[in-house]
């Protein structure tokens, strides 16, 4: 419709230049398609800079592959500390689950289970844990996508929500890990 009204527009004026012979009416018409350019291109950059710097990544199945560990910003201190030096898991190729009850490195307890995905316009993680299992991960995570990233939300009774980020466990530093077993 704006178009339409567009062209009309620049018409009336071609004709009104034409019949009154006057330069301005030229003058004022490329003044409005060169401001319609401008607006188009700045439309085309918006676009473009959305997509590539803003929109959340599309996942597929692939992209669930790797090493999980407790992301600690999102609540840190005593309780994420813990959660790191306890809970981890890993996603392998072959669509299986390990989840790990650790002891800092040492791994003392194994759940295995299978993934598979749901897949809307980003796929669903969907998890198909053998019985039985540890609480946190009886229940789907939910993915929270950003741009060129995502992490995953466990929802227990116990924890509440367990947040876990694609990583490599590495031991706290000294200074930072504060929390004991017996706290927990």
């Not at 590539?52 to 999102?74: V, W």
Request: aromatic fraction near 16%; glycine fraction near 6%; include cysteine.
């Amino acid at each position: 419709m704006g178009l339409m009204l567009l062209f009309f527009v620049s018409i009336v004026l071609i004709l009104l230049g034409v019949i009154t012979k006057s330069k301005s009416i030229g003058k004022v018409l490329v003044v409005i398609w060169v401001g319609v350019f401008l607006v188009g291109c700045l439309a085309v950059i918006n676009y473009f800079v959305h997509v590539l710097f803003f929109d959340p990544t599309d996942l597929k199945k692939k992209d669930y592959y790797g090493t999980y560990i407790i992301d600690r910003n999102f609540y840190p201190g005593i309780q994420a500390d813990w959660q790191y030096n306890h809970f981890r898991f890993e996603i392998k190729e072959n669509d299986s689950i390990y989840f790990y009850i650790t002891d800092e490195s040492k791994i003392v307890t194994t759940y295995r289970g299978t993934i598979s995905v749901i897949q809307y316009q980003s796929a669903r993680l969907v998890l198909n844990m053998d019985q039985p299992t540890y609480p946190i991960v009886q229940t789907n995570p939910t993915t929270h996508r950003g741009h060129h990233r995502f992490y995953l939300v466990f929802f227990t009774t116990q924890f509440n929500n367990v947040f876990f980020r694609k990583g490599d466990w590495k031991p706290l530093e000294p200074g930072r890990q504060s929390a004991t077993d017996s706290q927990m």
